[in-house]
């Protein structure tokens, strides 16, 4: 909810579309929690027929309505290279550019999450280095946190019937976030013997996929060893944030990632993580965790050192939980606001 409080003589017009977004996507949390934070810190007025010193918009889908300097957040530069561009169908990749072309030129400056997302955008774009500012995004410490993973292995058991650990995917279902390599690494784990599930909490990816064929390939059995993937749709928070604490470990060997928040909520809730060693991801992760090449082989053998060594997993998880403590929303808003106050003070 949008609570409109005036704290400040910088008015900041919001399209109405982005006060709507679901919370439950990656893009839609970021705009929930810093539009949250935003109305407690300075005037908010929503929809673009209202009179604002400066606008803030998706850097990926601009409004032509807006009428005056904008502030867009654009998470990401996730084409312009052959291996990139093959995962995406061509109509989806062509919407997505143009918007993101479109948006970058129309804004007076622009935010973003990583340091990697900046080169991006600097490289593709032309961008003056000075136009684009990093602040990295945030995570609710209260929800994901530790003391939630008798709750999530509770869920599994349910679900299973018995105490078999879990690894835990939850992203979308696009093939560049390389679950295949993570389904490979269970099977490689489930053929030498050990009794791990995937939890997958996964989402359909926005654009011209074919969706009946990404799910059969996500969600289907593991060969040999039926039972270990468990489908968990629609969680509520607290469900999620659960199932993320019980894990044994977070996977995400994402070909391509802009920032990469579930990786902050697995770190937040004290669990390892393996990643891929590509884009924004070890810029998140740090020496917190496992930083991987993208194959079934690279995120099996992260796995077994974390299975086999118990005492390791556990100080990794912790290092991973203090590293996240320095990502907060509040953070992200006050980094926003400072652009947006700067872009107005430059109109009058």
């Not at 479109?102 to 007076?108: E, F, I, P, S, V």
């Not at 835990?168 to 009794?195: E, M």
Request: hydrophobic share 40%.
């Amino acid at each position: 909810m949008i609570l409109l409080k005036r704290k400040s003589r910088v008015v900041v017009g919001v399209p109405t579309r982005l006060t709507a977004v679901s919370p439950h996507s990656g893009h839609g949390r970021v705009w929930s929690e810093v539009l949250d934070r935003l109305s407690q810190m300075t005037d908010l007025v929503v929809g673009t027929d209202k009179a604002a010193d400066v606008w803030l918009d998706n850097g990926h889908d601009p409004d032509p309505a807006i009428d005056g300097p904008v502030v867009a957040c654009a998470y990401e530069v996730s084409w312009g290279t052959p291996e990139l561009d093959a995962e995406f169908p061509p109509e989806t990749l062509q919407k997505l550019s143009v918007a993101t072309e479109q948006a970058m030129a129309r804004a007076t400056q622009v935010v973003t999450g990583a340091q990697t997302s900046k080169k991006q955008l600097l490289e593709y774009y032309g961008l003056p280095p000075e136009r684009v500012h990093v602040y990295p995004f945030g995570v609710d410490h209260e929800l994901f946190h530790p003391r939630r993973a008798p709750k999530g292995r509770a869920l599994v058991r349910e679900r299973t019937g018995d105490d078999r650990p879990y690894l835990i995917f939850t992203s979308a279902i696009s093939p560049r976030k390389n679950l295949h390599a993570v389904r490979g690494a269970l099977q490689g784990l489930a053929d030498g013997g050990f009794p791990h599930a995937l939890v997958i909490v996964a989402a359909d990816p926005p654009g011209d996929f074919d969706l009946d064929e990404l799910r059969r390939q996500a969600f289907a059995e593991l060969p040999g060893h039926p039972g270990r993937i468990l489908r968990f749709s629609d969680p509520s928070d607290e469900e999620l944030a659960s199932l993320v604490a019980g894990a044994t470990a977070a996977c995400q060997p994402s070909r391509f990632e802009g920032f990469g928040l579930p990786v902050l909520e697995a770190m937040a809730s004290g669990i390892p993580v393996v990643v891929a060693n590509r884009a924004a991801l070890p810029e998140v992760v740090g020496q917190a965790g496992w930083i991987v090449e993208p194959t079934a082989e690279g995120v099996e053998q992260a796995l077994l050192e974390i299975i086999e060594d118990p005492a390791l997993a556990h100080r990794m998880g912790a290092k991973a939980r203090r590293r996240a403590e320095s990502f907060t929303w509040d953070r992200t808003a006050k980094g926003w606001l400072h652009v947006l106050r700067a872009t107005a003070r430059e109109r009058r």
